[in-house]
């Protein structure tokens, strides 16, 4: 199952103590509804820290994406997978 979760730095998203789930909308994008203040970090993965997203190609460590009140673009790419 093509599964893809979320943790972050905030209740909303666990706090970095565990995962949520993100909706599947279809097979290129996800949802979560998140309630929380800035600056808000959060990162990807498939259900564990050695099945993190990769966002970017030219890393080889994975930063959490971090938003603030100016961050406008919501949508994430996914490149691939930490452990592929």
Do not use: C
């Not at 893809?4 to 979560?32: C, H, M, P």
């Not at 600056?39 to 030219?58: H, I, R």
């Not at 994975?62 to 406008?72: E, L, R």
């Amino acid at each position: 199952e093509d599964v893809v979760y979320i943790a972050g730095n905030q209740a909303s998203l666990t706090n970095w103590n565990s995962i949520f789930r993100l909706e599947k909308i279809n097979d290129f994008q996800r949802t979560y509804t998140i309630h929380g203040h800035f600056p808000m970090e959060f990162k990807f993965t498939k259900g564990n820290w050695e099945t993190e997203a990769v966002l970017d190609a030219s890393l080889t460590e994975q930063k959490p994406i971090t938003i603030d009140a100016n961050t406008s673009d919501f949508s994430y790419k996914i490149l691939g997978w930490k452990n592929e």
